[in-house]
């Protein structure tokens, strides 16, 4: 009896990470103006995780109706610019940062000297001390996410490809 209730909790334990594995945060899914427009800034760290929490429970319940409004929101995104890479193409890149940096704050966009432009994907905010065309590394996380790292710097943040 203990052994069905075991495995039986494991199940439903393990069906929760499985579903919960596609959620988004709130802070994910909005960029910095819209997190701070909606007064969510105001929040302490523990009443955001309820509201994800609670938004995460109410997802689930209509899973199908999140998984096509995540396949519409794909196709309206702003295309990514595949002239010089591969859709396949998940290797790093290295260039440099066209001008000064001192951070991101939840809106920062990333110009470098290869062209690519990144954008912030998220509302982290970090402030650094100045620094003038650094090198930066921009590499492939898990699930399709890209991670941009300042050389020198001990932080990376979320980006997304908008050229």
Known sequence: MNK????????????????AEGFSSV????????????????LSPQEL????AWIRNHSLATLATSVAKTTTEVTTAPKEDKSSKKDDDR????????????????QTVFKLENGMIW????????HTAEIENPVV??????????????????????VVRIQ
Not at 91 to 106: A, H, M, N, R, V
Not at 119 to 126: I, M, P, T
């Open 137 to 158: 590394v921009v590499e492939p996380g898990m699930f399709g996410v890209w991670n941009l790292h300042v050389d020198g710097i001990d932080k990376d943040v979320r």
């Open 91 to 106: 290797s790093p890149i290295t260039s440099k940062l066209i001008g000064k940096f001192s951070g991101w704050d939840g």
């Open 27 to 42: 802070e994910e899914q909005m960029t910095g103006k819209e997190f701070d427009a909606a007064g969510l800034e105001k």
């Open 119 to 126: 954008a912030q994907k998220g509302k982290k905010k970090f």
């Open 4 to 19: 069905v209730f075991v495995t039986l909790l494991l199940l439903t334990a393990s069906l929760s990470v499985f579903a």
């Open 49 to 52: 995780d309820a509201l994800n």
